[in-house]
């Protein structure tokens, strides 16, 4: 696939997503922890994203530290409308929107898992998967 002008490298999205949900805490998922969003990029191998195919791209284990479920991404960034960091959250969800493709929620989902991770991802224009990861913790 061709980039065209508006697409960013990894890199450059990476440090854009970094900047952008500095200070932000997830909030929509179990109890929050004091940990923020965190901006990574890795490998992949094309196709659709799934489940499957993040859990490969990021070499998660199998078992329940592995259990992903994918969640509607629509209804994050709806639930964000009325925090208090609502601009900062609709200015992510622009950057997401404009420079991921197959933009993903994917959900550490194994109930015997107390704490684990939520991933905001997507694919970039150039094959790698980028987004932010950050911690919920079931209580």
Do not use: N
């Amino acid at each position: 696939m061709a980039a065209t002008p508006a697409d960013m490298s990894s890199r450059k999205l990476v440090t854009s997503l970094k900047r952008l949900s500095k200070g932000l805490v997830q909030t929509r998922y179990g109890e929050s922890s004091s940990d923020p969003w965190h901006s990574f990029s890795a490998p992949y191998d094309g196709g659709p994203l799934t489940v499957a195919s993040f859990k490969k791209a990021m070499r998660l284990p199998d078992g329940p530290e592995g259990e992903l479920r994918e969640e509607s991404v629509e209804e994050f960034f709806e639930s964000m409308r009325e925090s208090e960091d609502a601009p900062r959250y609709a200015a992510l969800r622009e950057l997401i929107s404009r420079e991921l493709k197959q933009v993903k929620i994917f959900l550490s989902s194994s109930e015997e898992v107390v704490e684990g991770r939520v991933y905001l991802c997507g694919v970039a224009a150039d094959g790698k998967i980028v987004g932010l990861w950050a911690i919920r913790v079931w209580t």
